[in-house]
């Protein structure tokens, strides 16, 4: 498409659901109420490893207000011999985790839960309820877990037939790396470690639901994907899907964390034997300790290149931390790490760990940064050993149209090189950095890039025109970041009416047709699609109903502008039709206009990013200050270019923390110890500068409007554009994250 | 336990509630007086979510007990916009897509505006620093940073 045709897409509109949003009026998972509504709490383990022989909680039952009282025995089973998958989620995993069944597996694992007529009832029963637990030795980091006497999570965990901690084993392979590496001038071999990090969503999770006489469950709840909540719900309370219906609040963040439910079907139990709907929200040292993080990693990466710098060969092999039950994001760093560059030789293997954590939860491009992380920062050490400029070996080596991917693709069009271009040309690249501008201050510059699969999937969409003449888009994705805004101006477009007149809804589950989760930066892609395809049915039908006013063929007709003309003057001599003149006469005409599209989506290719980023280190007190960044981006389409560059200037600013300062810390005792935002340290507003976000618009070929997903490969680079600023800076390389001031003052104190 | 009769003003309405000792002013704003604007994030005081003014003073209403705001005004997200006519922080947000999720959005006006109140022209540091207690995970801050600065600019024009 090109812009100066456009009048609506890449427009900065206002979004449908912005004066709601900005007056509070927007409701969100933990806004909503019910008549007659009582409260659920969670008894959470005491214990990060116990076996659970026994529950007893009728000291809880007899409380005064206490309503309803659920342990596992009220959660469907899943046995441990047979998965049951819902998309990528185990349901083996999911009914353990939602409350503890053989064993607590955490410092926070639910154990129970009680409904009341307050939540100070509802705390106080959990605590006369009586568990009887056989407290076992636990186990915290990968590399304790990884070791031949760790303590086993699991029985029926096999690692080379042998009991063990490692779930899985996921291995991608091209070429023969022992053949790559045969020719290499220079290999460099680095390992590196990462601690786990939470998505941070400021929305604690929260639901209200109720279960009425005749079975039919209500669940208000925010959530990446109301179909997921419905599914996963039906799956373990046993309650068909039919019988239940799931309504999408606003979602207060979630960036791949509320792709699970934890509440949910907790809250359906305690409602169905209470006979009461039942409000749960979780407090926020509950969200650290028991939803989310993603996986801490152990990770070494070895890449060979010639002396001219292309490389031969890559090997990389990634530990990641699942917490207490298997999944971690392993397909992240296995299939993305060496993605964006042309290498004939690469094996890449992930093993998926076990340990007395929570277990982790998708964070935007799950697993993608830990890889990125560790293969872009031996790329800049061989940039500096063969004296090439960093990018100039990014450019030399990058993917091409056709080329073979590690995890299997085929590359289709490959926009790679444009963002490492992108960088290369802008002044920031070039600025003049003052090193060493006061004593005990230096700086440094530094570079990496990106990958992320993207993806497409299953979506709907529904367009009615009302009687007077406007338009209401319907589609069954949660809006985490503006996807009605471009929902809108997409429709806007294809109709030719003013964008104040169409308004975006999310159905609930009830209501619009099965729509996959929102995630993987898939939302805008496969929505703007299903949405151009209902408005281009309700166009064809605006066509027949003027052709049929004009008794001319339905061909005759054009949509031009909001308005039915006649194709040409052979057609007839006829006023042109309005949109509003149509839907005026539409129920005499042949009935309501309004059409709809279920479609699988595909045709999603891979995104790529490359950033810069500026760094000050203090030398004394080893605080490392983000001073400048930009990151360039591929978007395809920008269909509302301020919520794309807001999701890169989120994603990078979630990679600085993650880089400088976020890390879950646990105590000796298997206890997180700083389940808090004071302790968890998040970036704050005066931590960080502007992000400079750089849109490219390649269109994408398979995309009506050329859109290609733009969330998550924002938080790709960061890590190690930061470590490598940092080294630039200081001359040291560091091996692992958060680069806080205690691991600074290490490193610099190092010999 | 004997709940406490507490008499208020609230966005410039007279207003009275019943509360528990222990109740937070945010848990009263939210559950009993259906004022859910303000959000809880945390309800430490380290988000920021739930910002209100109290006697003109911002601050955290998950940090103040209900039982203490009697005889004082209370002034909330709701109480922001003049009927139909947003103020123009709100304005601004909404023109320049300083909000994603939003969830932070009520308790970052309510900072934005008693910062604006104090200094209408600040430095971009010094908003950095003003809404260093509001947390955002979406944003970056970046495009919340330039709406405030923006909004400070036409206002001091206006006035
Ligand atoms: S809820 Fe009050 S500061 Fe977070
Ligand atoms: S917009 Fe989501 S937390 Fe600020």
């Known amino acids: ?751 | 336990m004997a709940k406490l009769h507490v008499t208020t003003t609230i966005n410039g309405e007279p207003t009275e509630f019943l509360c528990d000792p222990s109740q937070s002013m945010l848990d009263v704003l939210r559950n009993t007086l259906g004022l859910t604007g303000s959000k809880e994030g945390c309800g430490t005081g380290d988000c920021g979510a739930c910002s209100i003014t109290l006697d003109g003073r911002l601050t955290c209403s998950c940090l103040v007990l209900a039982a203490e705001v009697g005889g004082h005004e209370i002034n909330t997200i709701e109480g922001m916009a003049q009927g139909d006519e947003l103020h123009p922080l709100q304005q601004k947000f909404l023109e320049m897509a300083a909000l994603q999720c939003g969830i932070c959005t009520p308790g970052v006006l309510m900072a934005a505006r008693a910062l604006l109140e104090k200094n209408p022209d600040p430095t971009e540091t010094e908003v950095r620093f003003w809404l260093a207690g509001n947390l955002c995970r979406c944003t970056g801050y970046d495009k919340i940073v330039r709406a405030v600065l923006e909004t400070a600019a036409e206002m001091r024009s206006a006035a």
């Open chain 1, 1 to 751: 498409m090109n812009a100066i045709d456009n009048k609506w897409i890449g427009k900065r509109t206002i979004r449908p659901d912005g004066a709601d949003k900005v007056t509070g009026r927007a409701g969100y998972s933990a806004d909503h109420s019910m008549p007659g509504m009582i409260w659920g709490r969670v008894l959470r383990s005491p214990h990060p490893h116990a076996v659970i022989r026994g529950i007893d909680t009728s000291k809880a039952e007899a409380l005064p207000g206490v309503k309803a009282v659920v342990t596992a025995k009220d959660i469907v089973d899943f046995p441990l011999d047979k998965s049951v998958m819902l998309g990528i989620q185990d349901m083996r995993w999911m009914c353990r985790n939602i409350m503890a069944r053989e064993k607590a597996l955490f410092h926070g694992h639910p154990v129970a839960a009680v409904a009341a007529i307050s939540e100070e009832v509802a705390e106080a029963a959990c605590k006369l309820i009586e568990v009887d637990y056989e407290v076992l030795p636990h186990v915290i980091e990968i590399e304790d877990a990884i070791k031949p006497d760790a303590p086993i999570l699991h029985d029926f965990v096999r690692h080379e037939g042998k009991p063990s901690n490692i779930a899985t084993t996921m291995v991608n392979k091209l070429g023969d790396v022992d053949a790559g590496f045969a020719q290499a001038d220079l290999i460099i071999e680095r390992s590196f470690k990462t601690r786990p990090v939470h998505q941070g969503y400021i929305e604690p999770h929260a639901c209200t639901v109720s279960h009425a006489a005749d079975g039919k469950v209500t669940i208000w709840s925010s959530s990446q994907g109301q179909f997921m909540v419905r599914a996963m719900t039906s799956l373990l309370t046993g309650i068909p899907q039919s019988n239940i219906r799931a309504i999408p609040a606003e979602i207060g963040g979630g960036f791949g964390a509320k792709t699970i439910i934890y509440l949910e079907p907790v809250a359906v139990m305690l409602a169905k034997k209470s006979g009461r709907p039942v409000k749960m929200v979780m407090s926020r040292d509950e969200v650290f300790r028991a939803t989310g993080p993603t996986s801490g990693s152990m990770s070494t990466v070895k890449i060979g290149v010639k002396k001219d710098g292309s490389i031969v060969a890559a090997q990389g092999t990634f530990y990641l931390q699942a917490g207490g039950l298997p999944g971690s994001p392993l397909r992240g760093p296995v299939g993305c790490s060496f993605s964006p560059y042309n290498i004939e030789n690469v094996l890449s293997v992930g093993y998926d760990v076990v340990s007395n954590r929570s277990k982790v939860a998708a964070y935007r491009a799950p697993g993608a940064p830990l890889g990125a992380y560790a293969t872009e920062c031996v790329l800049d050490e061989i940039a500096e050993k063969l004296g090439m400029d960093k990018l100039e070996l990014r450019l030399k080596n990058t993917a091409k149209p056709g080329g073979k991917t590690v995890y299997g693709a085929t590359f289709g069009q490959i926009t790679f090189k444009e963002t490492v271009e992108a960088i290369k040309n802008h002044p920031h690249y070039t600025a003049p950095l003052d090193k060493n501008p006061s004593k005990g201050v230096v700086r440094g510059r530094g570079v990496a890039s990106g990958f992320w699969f993207n993806a497409g999937g299953e979506s709907s969409a529904q367009v009615n025109l009302t009687e007077d003449g406007n338009v209401t888009v319907t589609t069954g994705h949660p809006d985490v970041g503006g996807s009605r805004a471009s929902i809108a101006n997409v429709t806007a477009e294809l109709l030719g009416i003013d964008h104040s007149r169409i308004s975006v809804l999310i159905g609930d589950t009830s209501s619009i047709g099965f729509s996959n989760l929102t995630g993987g930066s898939r939302v805008t892609f496969a929505s703007a699609m299903v949405v151009t395809q209902s408005t281009e049915k309700v166009i064809g039908q605006l066509k027949e109903r003027a052709a049929k006013i004009w008794k001319i063929d339905p061909e005759a007709v054009i949509w031009d502008n909001g308005e039915a003309r006649p194709a040409g003057p052979n057609a007839g001599q006829f006023p042109p039709l309005t949109l509003k003149e149509l839907a005026a006469k539409a129920n005499e005409m042949g009935g309501p206009i309004g059409a709809g599209v279920q479609l699988n989506t595909t045709g999603a290719d891979p995104g790529f990013a490359t950033h810069c980023v500026d760094v000050e280190v203090d030398v004394d007190l080893g605080i490392v200050r983000v001073l400048r960044y930009t990151a360039a981006q591929d978007v395809g389409r920008a269909l509302h270019p301020s919520y794309v560059e807001g999701q890169i200037q989120g994603g990078v600013v979630q990679g600085i923390g993650w880089a400088l300062s976020e890390e879950y810390l646990y105590n000796a005792k298997g206890q997180l110890d700083n389940a808090s935002f004071l302790d968890y340290r998040m970036p704050v507003c005066s931590d960080v500068p502007m992000i400079e976000p750089i849109m490219l618009e390649i269109p994408n070929p398979k995309h009506p409007q050329g859109v290609r997903g733009v969330g998550e490969a924002p938080i790709v680079p960061p890590l190690a554009a930061i470590a490598n600023a940092i080294h630039d800076a200081l001359g040291k390389r560091f091996y692992s994250l958060p680069m806080s001031p205690p691991k600074v003052l290490e490193v610099i104190d190092a010999r």
